[in-house]
């Protein structure tokens, strides 16, 4: 049985519903968390929920956007209201868009007239609406909740907030430059909001997951039957650990991060939780 240190706090989780974060939803439940359940899509949170639930643990399912602060903030009023001060925010809602991403990965004159070679989108060809989405959902998307559930946390004097970077936080994968600039962005804000917020007694950290197969990646890494696409087969052989990652693995890491009674004195760091990723060279 899971020890609960988090027993009766709130925690809330945005992303809620996707690949990574429901499952940290389930286990801050399990370690008697309430959870309050953000992202766009109701009925999938309810899912969530539901599950949590059946667990015995409490949840609470809100749809909204967080780019959006009105949206954010009739949230955080509901689950104020619901399930009390928010304790604990991990920003997990975020993720890239095929049509901000190149599908060349250096340059190739053709795109100079439409599309490189068979017509591939390169770096001048990407659309202005889906890079600015991208961007939005990835930085602004953490900055609005950490303003509205930061607030509540600095008056209550104490808090913890979770965000989420990448392998492209520290160097930036071909094809994703928006979702690796806004990524980079995670990890200097988390360190600025660190400082910020250090005389409020609360504290912010990251997590930088490496390769964990989600409904979008699944495509991008791996063939229809199941085997590794050559770029999939790129990240195996960069990643020390032979695999990819499972939501499961990053658990210990972001209860850690949380934790007060784990690492109080942990602030303003980024942890890789990667299979050994950054720390190979390739050679
Ligand atoms: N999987 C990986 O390998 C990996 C690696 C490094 C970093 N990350 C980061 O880890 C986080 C979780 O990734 P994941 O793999 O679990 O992705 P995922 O399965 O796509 O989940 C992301 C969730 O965020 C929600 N979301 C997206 N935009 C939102 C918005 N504007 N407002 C509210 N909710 C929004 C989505 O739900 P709705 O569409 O219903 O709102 C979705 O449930 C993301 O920040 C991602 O960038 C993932």
Avoid at 130 to 141: D, P, Q, R, Y
Avoid at 166 to 188: D, E, F, H, Q, W
């Amino acid at each position: 049985m899971a020890e609960r240190y988090f027993e009766g706090q709130v925690a809330v989780v945005t992303g809620a519903a996707g690949t990574l974060c429901s499952e940290v939803s389930r286990e801050l439940a399990r370690r008697g968390a309430k959870v309050a359940l953000v992202g766009r899509t109701l009925t999938a949170l309810e899912q969530v929920a539901e599950d949590i639930r059946q667990e015995g643990g409490t949840a609470l399912a809100l749809a909204a956007d967080v780019t959006d602060a009105v949206a954010v903030e009739a949230a955080r009023r509901m689950i104020a209201e619901r399930l009390g001060t928010c304790r604990f925010l991990v920003n997990g809602a975020g993720g890239n868009q095929a049509a901000a991403s190149t599908e060349t990965t250096v340059f190739e004159a053709g795109e100079l007239d439409g599309g490189a070679a068979d017509g591939a989108r390169g770096f001048f060809n990407l659309g202005l609406d889906a890079v600015e989405a991208v961007i939005l959902a990835n930085t602004l998307g953490t900055f609005i909740p950490c303003q509205v559930f930061g607030r509540e946390m600095a008056a209550s004097g104490r808090g913890s907030i979770l965000n989420f970077a990448s392998m492209n936080s520290y160097r930036p994968l071909t094809r994703v430059p928006a979702y690796a600039m806004a990524k980079a962005g995670i990890v200097n804000f988390t360190q600025w909001l660190a400082v910020y917020l250090a005389p409020a007694g609360i504290r912010v950290n990251a997590v930088a997951p490496g390769f964990f197969v989600n409904c979008r990646s699944r495509k991008i890494l791996m063939t229809p039957e199941g085997g590794l696409s050559p770029r999939g087969d790129k990240v195996m052989s960069h990643t020390p650990a032979g695999r990819f990652g499972e939501a499961g693995d990053l658990l210990g890491c972001v209860c850690w991060l949380l934790d007060d009674g784990q690492a109080a004195f942990v602030t303003g760091v980024t942890v890789p939780v990667d299979g050994g990723f950054m720390a190979a060279s390739g050679v």
